[in-house]
């Protein structure tokens, strides 16, 4: 193939030149990927029938029922938004901790990681606590900076936690098992929630001016009628988190199906809660058919890409770059873990997980990587895409529900501390990689989501990978 | 210029009426899912059929959704330069793209699922699995979903071209899907 070395980096290139001028991430790439494929049959790389193949990969999408929990989690997610629970939860835990320094802040961590335990989407956790707490921690003195970071983050910590989209989708591009991937993201996702917490505390001994307790006057809330609100924001979480997450743990449900029963859940509470309506089914109905819809149009144009950029041996290019890298599998991972930060500011995660790691998973692989371990590694890691400024979408969802008085630049600036907790994750998971495989373990029970429908999958790219 | 406007229109109406078949998919889906996770389990029935038609469900959402996706300018994108852009340059950037790329690579894949679809429907092709559905329908949705996105394409570009004449108003408010 020398001479023709050229083809795949020229291609890279046009990815990304084509996705930076800002035409939608899913033609772009369609088109460089059919673009380059036609200059690349003349050429000679591959013959006319691999694109032929092209609807079989759209159809081997449409038929995976892996990804029919992106809409479901989103459906989920988007009723939550809707539902009052988070009302609740905030209500209940902001008096409950509200007379410790830094209380409103411990209380939008715990109800963050709760809803982040029920749910898998991240503007359904921001837009709530911004909406309640942030007005709250305003009222009673707290930093304007710190509020805002503490909710971004503990909005963010949605995607670490499963039933995390991230993880879902991750575990798609990668080939591990889904349940494997939840399993593992226990043990980080309590690591972050501590990580976050004990900031807080160092805040509150070191600027108590920053997050001031309540005053006795705003601590309404007082024995069996506090006690009574926190029952009422926890019961209906621990059913729902039991219906999602306890059912894919237990092997009772696939996670496809527990997306499901979670968004049927998730109607039931509203309903408890005199807020089911049909503009409520309708508007989050809505939203959910235009964020599938778009996902997978990025997948498929990502797979459009893909084709040919393996048709012209990339995979073999990005191989050979990434195992050559001083240092090993260390080096290897640096290097990853770089390049997802780095992405990360302009990229979202779909992007990233959809277009980036089909590239890095067979390095991974090759390595002698735990790919489950990668996951997660790299699911945390994607969780500072949402917190990037300027185009986080947890900054972007603050921004479009906190009220002007607050400064975007607040919100940039107090987004920072939380990306770094968010890296100290990260490199504890590479230092202490227990974290994760000591969870996967304990459950390497049935797992359903494998057994079921075959799909008629004419492999395309001509088997190329050959290790010399 | 009114007649392609008129046409714009139209295929608007068409998108958003299939749009809202996608959207009803979604219900359903979740609907009929944890139905069979909750008949698996307390019942110990499970039925290929009903586990097949939830994906044909999704992918209906998919491929009947992304024309009106298109129409409310919902597919993400990269807006680093492009939110900086004046409504012009933007505008210029999207009939530019639509033609050279989306056109033409909608089209392609167009093209090529049709013999998917053709032959499935020839040899009358049903699921290997026992007791499962019929293949055209699903495979159907691949050409009738591209074809209506080439067709909002159109759209799009009369669009486009209508409001750099002048004809129309700038309309080129995007805003990041909510995830």
Redesign the interface.
């Known amino acids: 193939m020398s001479g023709f070395d050229l083809m795949a980096p020229l291609m890279f290139a046009g990815l990304i030149v084509f996705v930076l001028i800002g035409y939608p991430v899913a033609f772009s790439l369609a088109a460089v990927g059919l673009g380059f494929g036609f200059v690349a049959i003349e050429l000679g790389y591959f013959p006319f029938h691999l694109l032929a193949a092209l609807p079989d990969r759209v159809y081997g999408i449409l038929s995976n029922e892996l990804l029919l929990a992106i809409p479901f989690f989103t459906f989920m997610g988007a009723i939550l938004e809707r539902c009052g629970l988070a009302e609740d939860l905030l209500e209940g835990f902001g008096q409950l901790f509200g007379p410790l320094r830094g209380g409103l802040s411990y209380a939008v961590i715990l109800v963050g990681a709760v809803l982040g335990a029920i749910t898998g989407t991240v503007a359904a956790s921001v837009i709530a606590m911004g909406l309640i707490s942030l007005p709250a921690m305003m009222r009673y003195g707290y930093n304007t900076r710190h509020a805002t970071g503490v909710i971004a983050a503990s909005g963010t910590i949605t995607q670490l936690i499963p039933p995390s989209l991230v993880l879902v989708v991750l575990a798609d591009q990668i080939g591990a098992p889904v349940g494997d991937m939840y399993a593992g993201a226990i043990g980080p996702s309590i690591v972050q929630v501590l990580l976050f917490a004990g900031f807080v505390a160092l805040v509150s001994i070191f600027r108590p001016k920053d997050v001031p307790a309540l005053p006795p006057e705003a601590r309404t809330l007082k024995g069996t009628k506090l006690a009574w609100t926190c029952v009422r924001g926890m019961v209906p979480s621990l059913v729902l988190i039991f219906l999602v997450l306890g059912t894919i743990l237990l092997g009772v449900a696939t996670p496809t199906e527990a997306g499901a029963l979670g968004a049927i859940g998730a109607l039931a509470l509203a309903a408890l809660h005199r807020r089911l309506s049909y503009r409520l089914m309708r508007e989050s109905m809505d939203s959910t058919m235009r964020i599938t819809a778009m996902v997978i149009f990025i997948l498929i144009g990502s797979n459009v890409f893909s084709l040919t950029f393996r048709g012209v041996d990339g995979d073999l290019w990005i191989e050979g770059m990434l195992t050559d890298l001083p240092g090993g599998v260390v080096g290897f991972l640096v290097a990853v873990n770089l390049l997802v930060f780095v992405l990360a500011f302009f990229l979202d995660f779909f992007e990233i997980a959809f277009i980036i790691i089909p590239l890095l998973a067979p390095v991974a692989k090759t390595l002698g990587i735990d790919l489950v371990w990668f996951g997660v590694l790299l699911g945390t890691n994607m969780q500072t895409s949402f917190m990037h400024p300027p185009f986080g979408f947890a900054l972007f969802y603050l921004r479009g529900i906190a009220p002007p008085s607050i400064r975007s630049s607040d919100i940039y600036w107090g987004a920072i501390p939380w990306v770094i907790l968010q890296l100290i994750m990260v490199g504890l998971i590479i230092a202490f990689p227990e974290l994760v495989t000591a969870f996967i373990e304990t459950h390497e029970a049935a797992d359903p989501t494998k057994v079921q429908i075959e799909l008629p999958t004419v492999d395309d790219a001509p088997a190329v990978i050959e290790i010399k | 210029m009114t007649i392609l406007l008129k046409l714009s229109a139209a295929i608007d109406w068409l998108s958003t009426q299939v749009?809202k078949l996608?959207?009803?998919?979604?219900?359903a889906?979740?609907?009929?899912?944890?139905g069979?996770?909750?008949s698996r389990?307390a019942a110990g029935a499970s039925s290929?059929a009903w586990?097949?038609i939830?994906?044909y469900l999704?992918?209906g959402?998919?491929?009947l959704?992304?024309p009106?996706?298109?129409r409310?300018n919902?597919?993400?994108?990269?807006?680093?330069?492009?939110?900086n852009?004046r409504p012009r340059a933007q505008a210029w950037?999207?009939l530019v793209?639509?033609l050279?790329?989306?056109m033409?690579?909608?089209g392609?894949?167009l093209w090529?699922?049709w013999?998917?679809f053709a032959n499935s429907f020839a040899i009358g092709e049903t699921?290997?699995?026992a007791g499962?559905l019929l293949r055209w329908p699903?495979?159907l949705?691949?050409p009738v979903g591209f074809g209506l996105m080439a067709l909002q394409g159109l759209s799009e570009i009369i669009k486009r071209v209508a409001t750099l004449t002048g004809h129309r108003e700038f309309e080129s408010r995007y805003v990041?899907?909510?995830?």
């Open positions: 749009g996608a959207v009803w998919c979604v219900f889906a979740a609907l009929i899912s944890a069979n996770a909750i389990y290929n586990l097949e939830q994906w999704f992918a959402m998919v491929m959704g992304g009106a996706t298109l409310l919902g597919h993400v994108r990269v807006d680093l330069i492009y939110g852009m950037l999207d793209c639509t050279l790329f989306l033409p690579a909608v392609i894949i090529l699922s013999p998917l699921s290997n699995n499962g699903v495979k949705l691949l990041k899907p909510v995830q």
